[in-house]
């Protein structure tokens, strides 16, 4: 268990909606990563946020936003979902803002589009 | 801009054999970290094993082991007496201010 809970864990919906995953970080962690997966493919970077504010910015689309609130928890929202958006969406927190150091993954939203 | 290269996309071995994972990145940095990170069937992330760019001494952490070469930027896994749990895919990822990920490599432990 890495200290990172994502919620929900499977969401299913249909093209056009929109999402919101949820993400709260390890405990003392300041620095929220967003990445996507799609099936048998690697890791996109999407978004970090650090103590509130984005620091990075990564492969993401217009559609897709993101905030990281006063508690540290993140959300990421997906609108006007495409079938190419189901993907597995993961968050990732850090102690620090900068990459160096390891970043500790939660477990995952599967997004499924129909 | 920095890369991450995984040239084996997928590999297989016979459970109990030693295999080792490939990983070359191309940076101008001095001061980086370089992870490699496992993903199991239940697609969790976890992180294996880390190497700080300053520290000659390789990183080892119960069977898996690194080959870090700083001038040649590569960066291998060596996996010792592999186990059916080991079956995942292994990403290598550099860091720096952004972390850069490999495409992975699907490694097969055979029983």
């Known amino acids: 268990d890495s200290g990172v809970t994502q919620t929900p864990k499977h969401l299913i919906t249909a093209t056009g909606q929109r999402v919101t995953l949820r993400c709260s970080p390890r405990?003392?962690?300041?620095?929220v990563y967003w990445y996507q997966q799609s099936l048998d493919q690697g890791l996109q970077f999407l978004i970090q946020y650090y103590n509130g504010e984005e620091r990075a910015k990564g492969n993401i689309l217009e559609r897709f936003s993101a905030q990281q609130f006063p508690d540290l928890h993140s959300e990421l929202n997906l609108s006007s979902l495409e079938l190419g958006d189901s993907a597995l969406y993961f968050c990732a927190s850090s102690p620090s803002g900068l990459a160096l150091n390891e970043q500790y993954f939660g477990p995952g939203t599967r997004l499924t589009v129909t | 801009a920095q890369t991450v290269t995984q040239s084996q996309p997928e590999m297989s071995v016979q459970e109990a054999e030693t295999v080792t994972l490939s990983c070359t990145y191309d940076t101008s940095e001095n001061n980086y970290y370089l992870f490699w990170y496992k993903q199991p069937p239940s697609r969790q992330m976890i992180l294996v094993i880390r190497q700080e760019a300053y520290k000659q001494q390789n990183a080892t952490e119960n069977r898996f082991s690194v080959n870090f070469q700083k001038a040649a930027k590569s960066f291998s896994l060596k996996i010792s007496d592999s186990q059916l749990g080991d079956t995942a895919m292994y990403f290598c990822a550099f860091s720096n201010y952004q972390l850069i990920w490999g495409a992975g490599t699907k490694l097969i432990i055979k029983p």
């Open positions: 405990s003392g962690d300041l620095s």
